[in-house]
């Protein structure tokens, strides 16, 4: 397979979406699925947070990186927690960052996802009809952590 997949580029227009994104979020309206993840920069030490979609299925819940090795990725290989929030709920995650072998069907699960299909679609070489053996070349550019541990709060 090829690399014909579009670069991730955080442009004027990602960061409009992303905010105008995060605020519904924060109020409790969204896409199903749709959190604001906050992880603490490695460097600064000052929360940075995006909204992401996560993966649930009966294997578990995943964070999935649709654009690669973002600064959230490193941030939570760093650390290995981090905090997702819809609405009223704050949830204290631990995470572990998974294997080929699990990541290829969560990939393939979460380009499934018409909302994420559109926006993450182009970011990818398999598409969402790809056998799961196309997701697993995927795997490596686009990291998946799987949710071991979480705790939830009302604010």
Same mark, same amino acid.
């Given at each position: ?37 906050? *992880? ?9 947070? *995006?909204?992401?979609?996560? #993966?649930?299925? !009966?294997? @578990? ?31 204290? #995650? ?7 072998? !699990? ?17 993450? @679609? ?10 799961? !053996?196309?997701?697993?070349? !995927? ?8 949710? #071991? ?7």
């Amino acid at each position: 397979m090829g690399n014909d997949a579009m670069p991730y580029r955080r442009t004027k227009l990602r960061r409009t979406i992303n905010a105008v994104l995060a605020g519904a979020i924060k109020y409790g309206i969204g896409p199903a699925g749709t959190q604001l993840l906050t *992880t603490r920069g490695r460097t600064t030490g000052f929360l940075r947070t *995006t909204p992401v979609t996560l #993966v649930e299925d !009966e294997t @578990g819940r995943f964070l999935v990186a649709p654009y690669g090795e973002v600064g959230w990725v490193r941030n939570i290989r760093r650390d290995g927690f981090a905090t997702l929030r819809h609405g009223g709920w704050i949830e204290l #995650v631990s995470v572990v960052e998974t294997d080929t072998a !699990e990541a290829a069907p969560v990939l393939r699960s979460y380009l499934r996802h018409p909302s994420t299909a559109l926006f993450a @679609g182009p970011y990818f070489d398999a598409s969402p009809d790809s056998p799961v !053996e196309a997701f697993a070349e !995927e795997a490596a550019r686009h990291p998946v952590f799987r949710i #071991v541990r979480s705790t939830t709060i009302r604010l």
